[in-house]
């Protein structure tokens, strides 16, 4: 799952090369904006995104796969902000929308569900404590748990507390996660972030893996 995709030449050079190599791609694009690709070398029975219903559409992207279990993978990427009001207002309907879109999916569909994506916002227990967030920021993280989604490194890491993203100031932010519904979770055998693409400047972003087990 790839964010901050856009509707242009860059984008479109990563989906033919992940044509290429056997990969189907799915987006959601807007001219405006940026948005999300998710591509898959699984069969996809579905394409779920217009369920949702979130007031940014070319931000996520949802698709039912032909695995045993059917696993709905949902690609998001939240939008970042600053102190501008209209700004703060988008991000904030649009996490609304997200969570209240996740629950209008039905227990069902949340049973094995994959929450992939740029969050754009820690949670309350990141490691070291990060201020200058909202609640409702803060919150988008209890809200998936109260949907039983819980984030793969926390299931499998005894280590330290995981970054993918680091700001002009030094600090380090948690803003990319894989959240596991709770019949996922026992299948988990791997979760790791790669910093390599940002290193080597290919991204701003570590990337996020997680391996699970299927029948």
Request: with cysteine; hydrophobic share 40%; net charge positive.
């Amino acid at each position: 799952m790839l964010t901050e995709t856009s509707a242009g030449p860059g984008t479109e050079l990563l989906r033919e090369g992940l044509r290429q190599r056997g990969f189907q791609t799915y987006s959601t694009t807007d001219v405006r904006d940026r948005g999300v690709l998710v591509a898959s070398r699984v069969a996809v029975r579905d394409v779920l995104t217009d369920r949702l219903r979130v007031t940014l559409p070319w931000r996520v992207c949802a698709l039912a796969l032909d695995t045993t279990p059917a696993i709905i993978v949902l690609g998001v990427y939240v939008p970042s902000r600053d102190r501008s009001a209209a700004k703060i207002a988008r991000k904030q309907a649009f996490i609304a929308s997200l969570v209240q879109g996740l629950g209008a999916l039905g227990e069902p569909a949340r049973r094995n569900l994959l929450v992939v994506g740029d969050y754009n916002a820690v949670a309350r227990r990141h490691d070291p404590a990060l201020p200058g967030f909202f609640s409702w920021e803060y919150a988008l993280h209890d809200q998936l748990e109260d949907l039983g989604l819980r984030p793969a490194h926390e299931l499998l890491s005894a280590g330290a507390h995981p970054r993918s993203w680091i700001g002009r100031t030094g600090n380090r932010y948690l803003y990319d996660y894989v959240h596991l519904s709770p019949e996922l979770q026992p299948r988990l055998d791997r979760c790791a972030y790669l910093h390599d693409p940002r290193t080597t400047g290919l991204s701003d972003h570590a990337a996020v893996t997680a391996r699970l087990r299927l029948d």
